[in-house]
């Protein structure tokens, strides 16, 4: 809730049905408006204190698990996210997270108008 109120940032949270089991909050933003793309905001996430981790394109933690067996599938592009896995937060980080990328959001917002 703290993100969305960032005019232009959607997000939605959805508990995903294969792989991890916990609700995971998905974070949009159109990156020319915003003058801002996922992976500078993930940068700015992660030189932050506290140092934030978050899923984007560019995150090595999306390499798809393959195994033997498995048919190669046409790799498609995923869409310009952000996420963040509820499995590692305690209580309060949720907000810690949450004003932190209202915050980087909000001033690339500005900046950009």
């Not at 937060?89 to 932190?100: I, K, Q």
């Amino acid at each position: 809730k703290l993100v969305q109120t960032v005019p232009g940032v959607t997000t939605s949270i959805e508990i995903p049905e294969e792989g991890n089991s916990y609700p995971t909050l998905t974070v949009k933003w159109d990156e020319e408006q915003f003058g801002l793309t996922v992976a500078q905001c993930d940068q700015h996430l992660r030189e932050g204190e506290p140092r934030i981790e978050v899923l984007t394109n560019t995150n090595p933690s999306l390499v798809p698990v393959v195994r033997e067996g498995d048919t190669p599938k046409t790799k498609q592009a995923r869409p310009n996210q952000l996420q963040i896995i509820s499995m590692t937060l305690r209580d309060g980080e949720d907000l810690t997270v949450g004003n932190r990328l209202r915050q980087i959001l909000a001033n690339a917002r500005k900046q950009a108008v």
